[in-house]
């Protein structure tokens, strides 16, 4: 590799650290800084909060939103398969088929450890 691609990659690197830590950095030096009692307090739907803001939740509700996430993430990388089929050989769905499998085995699993109970 010669000097000019090392730039290349060089300013790319740069312009990926620049670019977001750009508007960062205005909105902290450009953003008015007038804190009161008002504006600090608990804000949520326009609702007057009532109690303290620091209640406790039951870690299910989260094992529950992260199994829903990853079963829907592996939708996103069946589609490319389901339209690609015909184009695809024996290997590939080979491939799936482990791939389905692995799904399988976990949402057993996670039906086993009772996330997926309310109760």
Do not use: H
């Amino acid at each position: 590799m010669n000097l000019n691609e090392w730039i290349f990659i060089g300013l790319f690197f740069a312009l990926g650290w620049m670019l977001p830590a750009t508007p960062i950095v205005l909105g902290k030096i450009l953003a008015p800084k007038r804190p009161n009692r008002v504006k600090q307090q608990t804000y949520e739907c326009g609702v007057e909060m009532v109690g303290s803001p620091w209640t406790q939740f039951r870690a299910q509700y989260y094992i529950f939103a992260l199994v829903f996430v990853v079963f829907d993430v592996e939708l996103i990388f069946m589609f490319p398969w389901a339209l690609a089929y015909n184009q695809l050989g024996l290997f590939a769905l080979f491939e799936m088929a482990v791939f389905i499998f692995l799904l399988v085995v976990a949402l057993v699993y996670t039906w086993r450890k009772g996330a997926l109970r309310w109760s």
